[in-house]
């Protein structure tokens, strides 16, 4: 069945740094775009980056923009997240998120990491 596991979260301090992972299984991963997504308390769930089957192409949200990087390994069948200059304002839940079209359309999220952002 397919599977999308994140990690790599955890509480770092403003400015610092954070590297998610997303493993996936399941699925033909080389097929797929793949995105990262991220709900904050109290607020509604956002798409943060994305990144085509290849790799060939991202797309970034105007507030992560210069800050986070988006890239993959369809080798190990894994996303991920570089974060950098880390705000406050990232602290969030981060998802990875595919959408499966064939057989039928599917939209697998995996569990979630926490990031916390604070001194």
């Known amino acids: 069945q397919v599977q999308l596991v994140e990690s790599g979260g955890g509480l770092v301090q403003p400015g610092g740094s954070l590297r998610l992972s997303c493993a996936a299984s399941g699925f033909i991963f080389s097929y797929q775009l793949m995105s990262w997504y991220r709900q904050a308390p109290g607020k509604e769930r956002e798409l943060v980056a994305g990144i085509s089957s290849d790799g060939g192409s991202t797309a970034y949200a105007d507030s992560v923009k210069g800050r986070f990087t988006i890239s993959r390994d369809n080798a190990k069948n894994t996303v991920y997240l570089q974060m950098d200059s880390l705000k406050p304002d990232d602290t969030a839940v981060y998802y990875c998120?595919?959408?499966?079209?064939?057989?039928?359309?599917?939209?697998?999220w995996g569990q979630g990491t926490q990031v916390t952002v604070s001194s």
């Open positions: 998120r595919t959408i499966i079209i064939k057989p039928t359309k599917r939209d697998y």
